[in-house]
Structure formats: C-alpha cells, structure tokens
C-alpha cells in the first residue's frame, strides 16, 4: 500500500508574502544613514537571538566571540555613511552563523522590463514565458529531458500537468536527465509527481522541527489565512500552529522522521541522470537527496550543490530603514547535528569537467554507456 507522510514546508527561501505581522517601517532619509544603519542592526540583532532555528548550536561555545564580533560590527554600522557600506557591515554580521538561508536582501525598485510587463498584462497581451517553468523534451526515442528550474509552491500545477501528460511516453523511455541546475529551492511537495519516475526502493525523509517564538508564531499563523499559499501548504501550518502554541520557547516537531514507500516500480526509465550545479539550494538540495536513495539515479555535477539545507521555511521581516528585510529560519532539519550540509553541499556521483560545454549531452552519453547503472530489478 502507498504511504506518503506528510509534507513538509522544506525550503521556503525568501517568500516575502509570508513575512510575519508587523506595522511597516517608514523609510529612512539618506540624511539619516548611520541612525538608520543602526535601528537595522539592532533589529537583525534581537531577531535573530530570538528566532532563528540555529542560534543556540552556532552560538554554544563561542558566546564570547560573538560578542566581540558583535561589538567590532556595530562599530562600523554606526560609521555607515551610505546604504551599500550599511548592508555590507550586516551581511559580516550574518556571515558568522555560516548560513546562507539566514540573509539581509535590500529593497530594489521594478526594472524597466518588469513595467513593461505590467503594462503588457494590463493592455491584455501574452507576457513572456517565466523562466522557472518546467519543460520536457525528447533528444531521441530513448532519451528524455526533464528540466525543472524551480520548485516553488506556484510552479507545482505546471511540474504535475506536464509529467502527467507526458507520462506515457516517459515510462517507455529507457533514459532520463533530470535538469535541476540553477533551481534556488521552494516547496518539496512541487517536485512530488517525479519521484514516481525515479523510485526504486523506499526514500528516507529526514523530519523537521521548528522553533516556537513570538515573531515565527506570528508567521506560520499568518501563513495559514494567506490566499497565496497551497491549501496542503496551509492545513500544515495549523497543525504546526497549535503545536508551537502549546510549547513556548521549544522546539516542536514539523515533520516526523519517515519513508516514502510507493507500490510501483517502473521499468522505465531504467537510468537516471540528475544534472546539478552550485545554484542548486534549499529544497533542491532535498531532492536530490531524495532522487539518489534510487537505483537508477546518478547524480552528475563540476562540483558540489550550494550547501543550504540545515536551517530552513526563512521568513522575512521587514527592517526599519524600510530599505532592507531580514530572512531568518525557524526550522531544523533532524540530519542535525551528525550529518551537516550548510556551506558543503552534495558531492555529485560523477563529475564533469569544468571544461565541459553542454552538461546534457553528456549525461545523454553516460546514460547510454554500458553499464552505467544497474536496472531496477537488480539490487545492490
């Protein structure tokens, strides 16, 4: 019998919408420069001390660096005279916790080709197609290309209709290449209708716990009433909601550790390449985590992915410059503390060439090399 647990949030990485409830901030005059600089900093400072998921395990041990760090850092926000010496001197704050969901983004205004496509949509044209849809194409009748660009919540109907409608075709496929290069994270539910094409045996998933604390409380609560998330997305978030209500300043389970267990094992596609590079991050970095518990995969890379899956579901806060925000987890992945991946990565099964011009056709030739992966019926 099919068992799919339920899933998790896993990574929601810089989603705006969901930013906890605050009054906005005004913006700062450019007079005010260092004052500004220094309400940001005394923001970044208390939220994160209070909410992100790995304050405790980066901090344990080293409290005493942290505040000479600190210290050092504040010096300079006071001396900030411009906005861009203001984020840089927080951006070295940050970088002590080694986390690259942990961030401050500055607030840009809408390039001009983004007004043009507003002025397109309202006029009723077509706009261009977004770059983070899915595509599928065929480089010949054994050899399939599934690029997935992206995995946020807005793209999981387009990954679902596309694999859906081509799924014929794709199981009396021999090969495929799953392209998930550049892909920057979102939701793991978003890339839940590939794993069928991939599953040989049953998929470990590492659970998840979050941190309750006013401002994440604040948040997931205001993720439940949002008309912007999934519905799936949402049920999730009550459940959580009343487990971090009920146990202030805790961890509270999100997710249980569990395995993904499906009753079909598909002949085809009988091998699997999954390109990936540094750009792949937070819930892609969980998919390919996912895809490689398979027999058929391989996963082909120059390199190791980004490195960004310990702490994770960032939300953002607005800052009081009104020119920056603040995106902090406030959840922890159970590979902790004996398996870490912030700021190393995955290693891929096999390695390219930096020299190496088109990934893909190099994965369409590993693939069809004798022997490059054993078929499905046969276990390691």
């Known amino acids: 019998m099919t068992r799919i647990p339920v899933l998790t949030l896993l990574m929601l990485i810089f989603l705006p919408a969901f930013k906890a409830q605050q009054p906005p901030a005004p913006a700062a005059p450019p007079e005010a420069g260092a004052q500004s600089c220094v309400a940001d900093f005394d923001m970044i400072e208390a939220i994160v001390r209070r909410d992100y998921a790995g304050f405790a395990d980066k901090v344990t041990g080293r409290e005493a660096e942290l505040s000479v760090f600190t210290d050092r850092i ?163 978030a009550r459940i959580l909601l009343t487990r971090m209500e009920a146990n202030p300043g805790k961890f509270v389970t999100m997710a249980e550790d569990s395995e993904l267990h499906l009753d079909t094992v598909y002949p085809m596609p009988r091998a699997v390449a999954v390109l990936v590079d540094r750009r792949c991050a937070s819930t892609c970095e969980q998919f390919v985590l996912d895809a490689r518990q398979s027999r058929k995969v391989k996963v082909l890379g120059i390199g190791t992915t980004r490195g960004l899956l310990d702490y994770g579901n960032s939300r953002a806060a607005q800052l009081p410059s009104g020119q920056r925000q603040l995106h902090v987890p406030f959840t922890r992945s159970h590979r902790l503390p004996e398996s870490p991946m912030d700021m190393v990565g995955i290693m891929p099964d096999v390695r390219l060439r930096k020299s190496e011009t088109d990934a893909v056709e190099f994965a369409h030739g590993y693939l069809r090399s004798a022997g490059s992966t054993q078929s499905p019926e046969k276990r390691k």
């Open 74 to 236: 504040r010096a300079d926000v006071r001396a900030a005279i411009d906005p861009a010496t203001c984020t840089a001197a927080l951006r070295r704050w940050i970088g002590f916790f080694r986390d690259r969901h942990l961030d401050v983004t500055e607030k840009r205004p809408p390039s001009p080709a983004g007004a043009k496509a507003n002025e397109n949509t309202k006029a009723g044209n077509t706009p261009a197609e977004e770059p983070g849809q899915p595509s599928l194409r065929f480089l010949d009748d054994s050899t399939a290309v599934l690029r997935l660009p992206d995995f946020a919540s807005r793209y999981k109907t387009a990954i679902d209709s596309l694999i859906a409608a081509n799924r014929a075709r794709l199981t009396a496929t021999p090969y495929l290449i799953v392209d998930v290069r550049g892909n920057g994270g979102g939701w793991t539910a978003s890339y839940a209708s590939v794993i069928p094409l991939l599953y040989t045996d049953p998929i470990f998933l590492d659970g998840v716990d979050a941190w309750e604390s006013p401002g994440n409380i604040a948040a997931v609560r205001e993720l439940t009433a949002s008309d912007q998330a999934p519905e799936a997305m949402k049920a999730q």
